[in-house]
């Protein structure tokens, strides 16, 4: 029992290090992500994803401009 134990400290001792020693490039802003991208990071790296009505590979996302065309239709003068 007491072998178990000491596994399972040195799983989580181990996963403490690797965390303090990970840089979070999404807080660090060192990521190449696209600025219509959300930035997750991971262990190590991180990981890019265009946000909602956005396409591309996270690096590059492109995405559909909403204009709106207003048409002058002719008055009609009823008096």
Same mark, same amino acid.
């Given at each position: ?17 690797i ?29 890019c994803?265009?946000?909602? %009505?956005?396409? %591309? ?23």
């Open positions: 029992m007491e072998g178990i134990v000491a596994s399972s400290l040195s799983i989580i001792t181990h996963r403490r290090i965390s303090q020693l990970d840089m979070d490039e999404c807080v660090e802003d060192t990521d190449d992500c696209d600025v219509n991208a959300v930035c997750e990071n991971n262990i190590g790296s991180y990981f994803e265009c946000a909602e %009505g956005w396409t %591309g590979n996270g690096t590059i996302c492109t995405g559909y401009v909403s204009v709106l065309l207003y048409l002058s239709l002719p008055t009609i003068n009823t008096n």
